[in-house]
């Protein structure tokens, strides 16, 4: 059974800085590629950012620049450290996981994800 908890998220105004987290509960979390997507009220999920296994990172546009994605596997956790923060940031924040071997990196598609995470809404006040 997988398990992704994800912590870090809250109030902030523009500008300011948050750190999330996502740890896993995966003996082989080297293996799996890790996704950290949003979703915004009467939005659909986005692609935030990637990481593979060996620490190779994606970025959307959005975040491109602001927003860094990384992990530690013996920590079996990665995390996203945004800087920088819009209010046009504010949604709910979620980590997905899924086994390398099931595609190509970078994966950026909702539906390419095996497990997800619980979310964690990230507010930015202008």
């Known amino acids: 059974q997988v398990q992704l908890v994800v912590s870090g998220g809250g109030l902030v105004q523009a500008g300011d800085s948050l750190r999330l987290s996502c740890a896993a509960s995966?003996?082989?979390?080297?293996?799996?590629?890790m996704g950290w997507f949003r979703q915004a009220p009467g939005k659909e999920r986005e692609f935030v950012a990637a990481i593979s296994g060996s620490s190779n990172t994606h970025y959307a546009d959005s975040g491109r620049g602001r927003f860094t994605i990384s992990r530690d596997n013996a920590k079996r956790t990665v995390w996203l450290q945004m800087n920088s923060l819009k209010p046009e940031d504010t949604a709910v924040y979620y980590c997905?996981?899924?086994?390398?071997?099931?595609?190509?990196?970078?994966?950026?598609?909702?539906?390419?994800?095996?497990?997800w995470g619980q979310g964690t809404q990230v507010t930015v006040s202008s």
């Open positions: 995966i003996r082989t979390f080297s293996l799996y590629r």
């Open positions: 997905g996981a899924v086994l390398a071997i099931r595609g190509s990196f970078p994966q950026t598609s909702y539906d390419d994800y095996d497990y």
